[in-house]
C-alpha cells in the first residue's frame, strides 16, 4: 500500500505501560497476519525517525487496524505515541513483514510469546481460533488480553510472581520443555527476545521439529 495517513480513533491503555492504539485509515488496506506497519515519529526532532509496530488485528481488507505498543522512558516512537490525543492523524507506511500466518495448515499450532510480543501472535489467533499458546510476562500487573484466550490452551506463565500468584511460574523457556507435545505434527510460531527464540528453536529443532515449522519474529 505503500505511504498513507491513518487517524487515531480508540486509545487504551491496556497495563500501567502498555497502550492500545486503533487507527482508521482509507477502505481497503489490506494486510496478512502477523505484518508490521511503519509509524513516522512526527516530535519535531532530528533526526526524522520511524518505527516498526505489529499489528495485533487479523489479517484481511478493513479500514481499521489495532497496534499494542509498550511505553518506554526513552522510547522516541512510543513516546510520541503516548502523546497523541484521539483523533490525531498519522503517517504510516507498509504492510511489511514475512512472519506471516499459514491459512491451511495441516499441523497443530502453537505460539510462543513475551510481553508484547503477543502483537503478531494474537492477529495470528484471531485467524486460527485455536491452538496452544505459551505466554511470558514478569508480573501479574502486566498481565492483559488473558480473558481473550479463555478457549485456547493458554499456559500463561510469570517470571517474577507475587506472592499470591497461583499460576505458572517460570521463563517460557522453561515452561515449554515440561509440556508433553507432538512434535512431529506442529508448527511453531513465536515472537519476543532474541534469547528466547534463539533457545526455543535450538529446543524444537533438537526434538525433531522441522525448520519450515519454525516461524519467529525477534520484538
Same mark, same amino acid.
Given at each position: 500500500? !505503500?505511504?498513507?495517513? !491513518?487517524?487515531?480513533?480508540?486509545?487504551?491503555?491496556?497495563?500501567?505501560?502498555?497502550?492500545?492504539?486503533?487507527?482508521?485509515?482509507?477502505?481497503?488496506?489490506?494486510?496478512?497476519?502477523?505484518?508490521?506497519?511503519?509509524?513516522?515519529?512526527?516530535?519535531?526532532?532530528?533526526?526524522? %525517525?520511524?518505527?516498526?509496530?505489529?499489528?495485533?488485528?487479523?489479517? !484481511?481488507?478493513?479500514?481499521?487496524?489495532?497496534?499494542?505498543?509498550?511505553?518506554?522512558?526513552?522510547?522516541?516512537?512510543?513516546?510520541?505515541?503516548?502523546?497523541?490525543? +484521539?483523533?490525531?492523524?498519522?503517517?504510516?507506511?507498509?504492510?511489511?513483514?514475512?512472519?506471516?500466518?499459514?491459512?491451511?495448515?495441516?499441523?497443530?499450532?502453537?505460539?510462543? %510469546?513475551?510481553?508484547?510480543?503477543?502483537?503478531?501472535?494474537?492477529?495470528?489467533?484471531?485467524?486460527? $481460533?485455536?491452538?496452544?499458546?505459551?505466554?511470558?510476562? &514478569?508480573?501479574?500487573?502486566?498481565?492483559?488480553? %488473558?480473558?481473550?484466550?479463555?478457549?485456547?490452551?493458554?499456559?500463561?506463565?510469570?517470571?517474577?510472581?507475587?506472592?499470591?500468584?497461583?499460576?505458572? +511460574?517460570? &521463563?517460557?523457556?522453561?515452561?515449554?520443555?515440561?509440556? %508433553?507435545?507432538?512434535?512431529?505434527?506442529?508448527?511453531?510460531?513465536?515472537?519476543?527476545?532474541?534469547?528466547?527464540?534463539?533457545?526455543?528453536?535450538?529446543?524444537?529443532?533438537?526434538?525433531?521439529?522441522?525448520?519450515?515449522?519454525? $516461524?519467529?519474529?525477534?520484538?
Amino acid at each position: 500500500m !505503500g505511504n498513507f495517513k !491513518g487517524k487515531l480513533v480508540v486509545k487504551k491503555e491496556l497495563t500501567y505501560d502498555v497502550i492500545q492504539f486503533d487507527i482508521e485509515v482509507e477502505p481497503g488496506f489490506q494486510h496478512k497476519s502477523g505484518q508490521f506497519i511503519m509509524v513516522d515519529v512526527l516530535d519535531g526532532k532530528e533526526p526524522k %525517525a520511524r518505527r516498526a509496530y505489529s499489528i495485533t488485528t487479523r489479517g !484481511g481488507v478493513d479500514n481499521k487496524f489495532s497496534l499494542i505498543v509498550k511505553i518506554l522512558p526513552d522510547g522516541r516512537g512510543s513516546r510520541f505515541l503516548a502523546g497523541l490525543d +484521539v483523533g490525531a492523524e498519522l503517517s504510516l507506511s507498509g504492510p511489511f513483514g514475512h512472519f506471516v500466518f499459514d491459512e491451511n495448515p495441516k499441523k497443530n499450532i502453537v505460539f510462543i %510469546a513475551t510481553g508484547t510480543g503477543i502483537a503478531p501472535i494474537n492477529a495470528m489467533i484471531e485467524e486460527n $481460533k485455536g491452538g496452544t499458546l505459551f505466554w511470558g510476562l &514478569r508480573h501479574a500487573k502486566d498481565i492483559f488480553w %488473558a480473558e481473550k484466550y479463555k478457549d485456547l490452551d493458554l499456559k500463561l506463565t510469570l517470571s517474577k510472581p507475587e506472592g499470591d500468584w497461583t499460576g505458572l +511460574v517460570g &521463563r517460557v523457556t522453561e515452561i515449554v520443555p515440561k509440556t %508433553a507435545m507432538d512434535f512431529e505434527n506442529i508448527r511453531v510460531y513465536m515472537c519476543g527476545n532474541k534469547s528466547m527464540t534463539d533457545e526455543m528453536k535450538q529446543y524444537l529443532l533438537a526434538n525433531g521439529v522441522p525448520p519450515e515449522d519454525i $516461524k519467529f519474529e525477534i520484538f
